[in-house]
């Protein structure tokens, strides 16, 4: 009998981190409502009522601002995807990714203005992302290989520089312009009529979508159904047992990097096509990462809809909450974003479950 | 020949456990003392003091703070910059209520601010692991960074938005602002940068840097051995915010005599400390030492040194080429040796002790 009396009341654990957090959260909003009420300033009312109010009285300007949210949410995403591939197959975490970017449309851009036609710049492109590949591999993986984890992502950061100065020193400082008409890419601008209000849509925004989600799918194809793909799985789900099946391990990096330039290079092109071409860019690389820690490092799902969601939370904050704290906040936004979310799931949205074990 | 231990014999156990328990490393450890205090600022020039010497110090007591977190704890860092930047102007701000606090105490006291704010960041460190906690710390970067730049009361309203550094005296002798003396400023910062050395040395030889190492090394079977990771860790993350924190405020104060914060404390000076870090040696006091000065000298080497060697080198080529060159230097160490400076330190060492047999 006395183990009736010991039961837990109404079988609510109160130490379940879910409960707890489920509390917390009710006990703020009730606050917040109290607040509301007893507000004479008004600051509470700025914060949590002004910008819904805002939101449902002009809903083109929503649409709008989600609008633009979900394409830079697609360009972080195609970053972060980059890092997930390197970091799936190889185990690094590539610092490198963002001033890949940068690098390949560089050197698309640069071997147009030697008088290279638009699309055999591509191509030529591409071949040097593969010698890239093909360098780092022999150059900086294969020395360094079994050696701790941070020692790898410190050699990511050297290749950052070296790539960095190398295309200054290649191709110059200053800003360039894609070359999006060469490319064939749209341009201009579709207005379209909603809730009483215009919202536009940039033709490459629209086309910068397309071109991710095929990418995406054909990643998704490449990994699901072909040899390579399977091997690039095999190598990412335990090395050793890669290599004892007798899978190359530095064949498969080559492989992996060159995808990850690829990637970096579609990326390159359409971020080019919206801003110019500059190492400018590279800060705005760094917002890559809250989205790799908010979908999880292995994961490309993960890396997309992290990116959607960033993006899109970070274009409502900055435009309904921005103003209120002096405006700017973009720069910080997207890493609380992504914290608020890694304090649940510390191992990121979709990413594999941490175990561990003495 | 001359580094020999034989006949050194210890007969108590604080003899043995002795930071530098070979005479010759005492007496090596007092002669670079010897010539930090008044070698130098006996022979270098007004221009060695001010750009090679002051910078060099400063770097390496924020990488002593870096490697507090990241080397004796496990915990990546990718803020300390933003930390420095809050000791910085915390400094300006107490100097601006105290005029008559003696400067070296304010920026002592400039750390305990940052400690604060770091402990704030280091929070999420108690869920967050490894490369996620790094760039979580990103948060606390472009955060801080971010305020720096848009609440005026930080900088007092001034029109240029940066930090402009008063003159503050002590016996007076000025220590800052612009009549100080590169030789004041020098030794200023030696002291500090010596204090605080002996005392990170303490710490992390003593019981504090043992839960720390072993936070490190496993944090479940440290939990499990009744070390406490939430003391343990945020205790990591004030100290180290603590050294980081005094160093922002000596280079605003000793070294730049004023800036603002988008120029001085970005995202790259938090990377280089973490360069500092790993090409000094994870876990290593003297390696922090190396790192920075391997790191903060490598530019100045290359721009006046390449030159010097015939290499003809123009304005902006010279800096593309110098990226490149820190670049693959970088790449380079790493795969000659990725425990960094300081185990090439040990290695030297134990060479120089079985000389002139190989061992």
Request: aromatic share 12%; proline share 4%.
């Amino acid at each position: 009998m006395s183990d009736a009396t010991l039961r837990p009341i109404a079988g609510i654990n109160f130490n379940s981190f879910r409960v707890r957090a489920a509390l917390i959260l009710a006990a703020v909003l009730l606050l917040g409502i109290i607040g509301i009420r007893f507000d004479s300033s008004g600051t509470l009312h700025k914060i949590f009522v002004d910008p819904f109010d805002q939101m449902v009285s002009a809903p083109d300007l929503l649409v709008q601002t989600i609008w633009e949210g979900l394409v830079s949410g697609v360009l972080y995403a195609l970053i972060a995807l980059g890092f997930v591939l390197i970091f799936k197959a190889s185990g690094v975490f590539n610092f490198a990714q963002g001033i890949m970017v940068v690098f390949a449309a560089l050197t698309l851009v640069g071997l147009y203005e030697k008088g290279v036609p638009a699309f055999l710049a591509v191509i030529l492109t591409l071949g040097v992302m593969f010698v890239l590949a093909v360098a780092i591999e022999r150059v900086v993986l294969r020395p360094l290989v079994n050696q701790p984890d941070i020692i790898l992502f410190m050699a990511t950061f050297g290749i950052t520089y070296f790539l960095i100065g190398l295309g200054e020193t290649v191709f110059g400082g200053n800003p360039k312009q894609m070359i999006t008409d060469q490319l064939h890419l749209p341009r201009g601008a579709i207005e379209l009529k909603l809730f009483g209000g215009f919202v536009s849509l940039q033709k490459i925004d629209i086309a910068a979508a397309i071109i991710a989600s095929l990418m995406i799918a054909v990643l998704a194809v490449f990994f699901q159904y072909t040899r390579i793909g399977r091997a690039l799985r095999a190598v990412a789900d335990s090395h050793k047992a890669a290599l004892s099946v007798g899978i190359s391990l530095n064949q498969i990096w080559v492989i992996v990097w060159f995808t990850a330039g690829i990637v970096a290079l579609i990326t390159g092109i359409m971020w080019g096509a919206r801003s110019d071409v500059s190492f400018a860019l590279e800060i705005v690389a760094l917002k890559a990462l809250p989205v790799l820690i908010l979908g999880g490092f292995t994961s490309i799902p993960g890396a997309i809809i992290g990116g959607l969601i960033i993006g899109i939370g970070e274009k409502l904050g900055e435009f309904y909450w921005g103003p209120l704290i002096g405006g700017g906040i973009e720069s910080w936004l997207a890493y609380f974003i992504a914290l608020g979310f890694l304090l649940f799931r510390p191992q990121g949205l979709f990413g594999d479950k941490i175990i561990e074990r003495i | 020949m001359f580094y020999r231990e034989a006949g050194q014999f210890k007969s108590t156990y604080q003899a043995d456990m002795a930071v530098f328990p070979i005479k010759q490393d005492r007496i090596g450890l007092a002669i670079i003392l010897g010539i930090a205090f008044i070698g130098i600022p006996l022979v270098g020039g007004d221009f060695f003091i001010s750009s090679v010497m002051i910078p060099f110090l400063v770097f390496s007591l924020a990488a002593i703070g870096l490697n507090i977190l990241t080397g004796y704890t496990g915990l990546i860092s990718l803020g300390t910059a933003a930390f420095m930047g809050v000791g910085a102007y915390a400094c300006y701000k107490l100097t601006t209520f105290f005029p008559d606090v003696n400067i070296i105490v304010l920026i002592l006291v400039s750390g305990l601010f940052s400690a604060a704010i770091g402990v704030l960041f280091g929070l999420p460190s108690l869920r967050i692991k490894g490369f996620y906690l790094a760039v979580a710390t990103l948060a606390a970067q472009f955060f801080l960074q971010w305020a720096f730049v848009r609440v005026p009361w930080l900088f007092n309203y001034n029109a240029s938005g940066a930090i402009e550094v008063p003159q503050r005296t002590l016996f007076d002798i000025s220590l800052t602002g612009a009549s100080a003396t590169p030789e004041t400023r020098y030794f200023v910062c030696l002291v500090l940068v010596v204090v605080l050395t002996w005392f990170a040395s303490n710490l992390v030889h003593g019981k504090i840097g043992r839960s720390w190492m072993a936070v490190r090394d496993m944090d479940i079977a440290a939990e499990l051995m009744g070390i406490k990771l939430l003391n343990a860790k945020l205790l990591a993350f004030a100290v180290s915010s603590f050294y980081a924190g005094v160093a922002g405020a000596m280079m605003i104060f000793l070294w730049y005599g004023g800036g603002e914060a988008n120029d001085v404390f970005t995202i790259r000076l938090s990377f280089n400390i973490l360069f500092m870090v790993i090409i000094g040696g994870l876990g290593s006091l003297i390696g922090s030492f190396l790192g920075a000065a391997f790191i903060a000298s490598l530019p100045t080497i290359m721009k006046f040194g390449l030159p010097a060697l015939g290499v003809p080198l123009s304005g902006a080529t010279a800096e593309h080429v110098t990226f490149m060159l820190v670049g693959a230097l970088i790449i380079l160490f790493l795969i000659v040796e990725p425990h960094g400076l300081a185990r090439l330190w040990q290695i030297g060492k134990q060479k120089l002790r079985t000389w002139p047999f190989p061992y």
